[in-house]
Structures are given as structure tokens and as C-alpha cells.
């Protein structure tokens, strides 16, 4: 099973509640299954993982990092669809467009 080893910093869930995911300060985000509470997945940053939030669809996962990047997962996978740079400091936060394929930053 996959767990997280130190403090989570954000969590979120798909609006059906389906998955859920964690953004943790071991630099991991945790996608979980959200009727069992079992963990399916993980993606790792290269530190710490401040929060995370789904698309409208759920079918990806955006999450932000003191890494100074976000990176996008596609749901349920995990698997690493784009990184995004360009922030000179930690990325705190980030929303999704739910009418476009967008994404704010900050």
C-alpha cells in the first residue's frame, strides 16, 4: 500500500467521488481509490507537493510543488502527461478551468 511518510498539504476529490488525491510533504501525491480508500497510484516531484486539484472530468490530476513546477497526471494512472515551468519560487496554488483545457498557477 502506498502511504504517505509526512504531513499532507492538500487534498482533493472528483466531483462523483471517485478518486481522491493527496499532496504530501514527502514530495509524493497519492490518488485514491474514494469508495475503498485504497491507494491505486503515486507521482513524485522533486519536492515538496503543496496541493492538488482534479479536472472538471476527472480525468486528470493537477498537482503544484516547491519544485517551482506543476505537473499533470492522467487519472487513474498516474502516468506523467506535462510538466509546467516558468514559476521562479514555490507554486502554492491552482485551479482548473472547468469550461476549458486551462489551468491558473500561482
Known amino acids: 500500500m502506498i502511504t504517505h511518510k509526512s504531513p499532507i498539504s492538500g487534498i482533493a476529490a472528483t466531483k462523483d467521488g471517485k478518486y481522491v488525491a493527496t499532496a504530501g510533504y514527502d514530495n509524493v501525491a497519492i490518488l485514491w481509490d474514494g469508495s475503498t ?8 516531484h522533486d519536492h515538496l507537493v503543496n496541493q492538488c486539484t482534479f ?5 486528470l490530476l493537477a498537482t503544484s510543488s516547491s519544485d517551482y513546477s506543476v505537473r499533470i497526471w492522467s487519472v487513474p494512472t498516474m502516468k506523467l502527461v506535462a510538466v509546467l515551468l516558468g514559476h521562479t519560487d514555490d507554486v502554492e496554488g491552482l485551479s482548473f478551468n472547468e469550461e476549458k483545457q486551462l489551468i491558473a498557477t500561482c
Open 55 to 59: 479536472s472538471a472530468d476527472g480525468l
Open 37 to 44: 480508500g485504497n491507494s491505486i497510484a503515486r507521482g513524485c
